[in-house]
């Protein structure tokens, strides 16, 4: 259980108390984690490594100071525990719709592993991916590699005997871990479908703690309008479709600065379409700027 608390809102004096769980997000939460055993089952060492990673006192204290950091001081969104599971379920959920086309996974491209290990690259990459938020948000992408590294050593010796195999493998989640920003942006697809999973994580929930705690920008709105995302087969030629529900236009801003630029800087622009859509369009206090758009060639345009 952790024993960082956040700012609550409603505290004048800075007293740490425990900020509300969002009801939806905490539903996401529990439905990322349905999600990510259910995608993990064909893959053992996937799924060692799920239950090694969520049950780590080291890793618990690095992703709640995170959120400490990024929620209670900085006012961003969650980085925490929950962000962790929920944009591995949809890593897992991209991973899954990559393998069934036969998409090159550089894991297996490489000769380091099989579909088993692309998998467990996904996933660790992106449950330590924000943990050196712990830290600074300046430069966490580096401090995420430092501090998952001595972590990594321990427990992958658990799950490899072999020592060059073990390094590869490591190797790849740290690269994933330092690429998820697209700063600089990742090479390999394990990597791709890490910093697209961290963007896919951006629904009203998780935008609604530092809401609370008194952000307003159109980072906040943006992100208050985005209903649902989801990862689904698509009808087109690629092989994942990621849709996005937003009940005002304003979650267009959030698509774009947090979806699309990741998606475009990454080797899954060839494989990921977006589909967005406007929910509740006969709200008569909203004027209807767009009701559906898709990725086309780079850009979102109108549909």
Not at 51 to 79: C, I, Q
Not at 233 to 240: A, H, L, Q, R, T
Request: net charge negative; proline share 6%.
């Amino acid at each position: 259980m952790s024993r960082i608390s956040l700012p609550h809102p409603a505290s004048r004096n800075g007293t740490k108390l425990n900020t509300p769980l969002p009801d939806d997000y905490g539903e996401l939460d529990m439905r990322a984690d349905l999600a990510i055993r259910e995608l993990s089952r064909p893959y053992a060492r996937t799924a060692q490594i799920y239950e090694m990673l969520r049950h780590d006192p080291r890793v618990d204290a690095h992703w709640n100071l995170s959120n400490y950091t990024t929620v209670g001081k900085l006012n961003y969104n969650d980085h925490g525990p929950i962000h962790a599971r929920v944009t591995a379920a949809y890593a897992m959920q991209i991973m899954k719709l990559l393998l069934d086309a036969n998409a090159p996974m550089d894991v297996i491209e490489s000769g380091a592993g099989d579909a088993d290990d692309a998998c467990l690259v996904a996933l660790a990459g992106v449950m330590l991916h924000d943990i050196g938020n712990a830290t600074h948000r300046i430069g966490h992408e580096l401090m995420s590699v430092i501090l998952a590294q001595p972590i990594l050593n321990e427990i992958l010796t658990e799950i490899y005997d072999d020592d060059e195999q073990r390094t590869l493998i490591t190797n790849f989640i740290l690269s994933a871990i330092q690429c998820h920003d697209i700063n600089p942006p990742p090479l390999f697809m394990e990597g791709a479908v890490v910093a697209v999973a961290d963007g896919c994580d951006m629904t009203k929930g998780r935008a609604r703690m530092p809401f609370d705690l008194g952000k307003l920008d159109i980072h906040a709105v943006s992100a208050l309008a985005i209903e649902e995302v989801n990862i689904r087969p698509s009808n087109g030629e690629m092989p994942v479709e990621i849709e996005v529900l937003m009940s005002n236009s304003a979650g267009i801003f959030q698509v774009q600065e947090t979806l699309i630029k990741k998606i475009n800087a990454t080797p899954l622009r060839d494989y990921v379409m977006v589909h967005v859509t406007s929910i509740n369009p006969e709200e008569r206090f909203e004027k209807r700027i767009l009701s559906n758009a898709i990725l086309d060639n780079g850009r979102l345009r109108p549909a």
